[in-house]
């Protein structure tokens, strides 16, 4: 039977109204991410929406998430809207992925090697995936609708370039949270320089 790891996360899909943004300047924004105890955090994502306006966004090259000693690899995994993922087994069993969140729900039923085509991931937000067979399995999709992303490595550091000048609100995510859980956006304003800044997210220990 599937187990009910059955995800509500929906914090990306706000409608605003398209509006042109300033190209004067390109700048990039450093975050620095800790947990609850003051330390770095891994797989913190970070996003940027203009204040006002909505900027384009491309599909990237297609991604994969593989499955490999009975874990997925990576465990997150951060694109943008439109892009497609295939899921290719390595392990000498067979896996059953599946998602049942609302941005991305499907199921590759019980196989071994690399599924016949790969999924469009369309929406925005983000689809927590599980294995049917094995229930220690977890991994995160985080789909961007900003061109200006980043996630963060393990010394809680991200970096998103190519920011032009002007207002914008900055969104964090972490697997840790918990479902509803995404801390309130921040107001960030970008100049011709780089800009900086700290966040602490309630996360204790990894998921």
């Known amino acids: 039977m599937i187990s009910a790891f059955c995800p509500t996360l929906r ?11 300033a190209m004067a300047h390109a700048a990039a924004l450093n975050i620095n991410v800790t947990g609850s105890d003051g330390k770095p955090l891994l797989d913190a994502v970070a996003l940027l929406d203009p204040a006002v306006g909505k900027a384009p966004v ?3 090259a297609d991604v994969e998430i593989s499955q490999a000693k009975r874990q997925f690899n990576p465990r997150v995994t951060l694109i ?3 892009t497609k993922v295939t899921f290719p087994n390595f392990d000498t069993v067979r896996h059953h992925v599946y998602s049942f969140s609302p941005i991305k729900t499907f199921e590759l039923k019980l196989y071994a ?24 399995m977890a991994a995160w999709v985080v789909v961007a609708d900003s061109p200006w992303f980043a996630r963060s490595a393990a010394n809680g550091q991200a970096r998103i370039e190519g920011v032009p000048a002007g207002n914008y609100r900055l969104r964090l995510w972490h697997a840790g949270l918990g479902l509803g ?8 304003t970008i100049g011709a320089g780089d800009a900086e800044h700290h966040a602490r997210l309630a996360v204790s220990a990894e998921p």
């Open 80 to 82: 943008t809207v439109g």
């Open 113 to 136: 090697g690399v599924p016949n085509a790969p999924l469009t991931f369309d929406k925005p937000g983000v689809a927590v995936l599980g294995c049917n067979i094995h229930d220690t």
């Open 11 to 21: 914090f990306w899909g706000a409608t605003v109204l398209a509006t042109p943004l």
């Open 181 to 188: 859980a995404e801390p309130a956006a921040v107001a960030i």
């Open 58 to 60: 491309k599909a990237m």
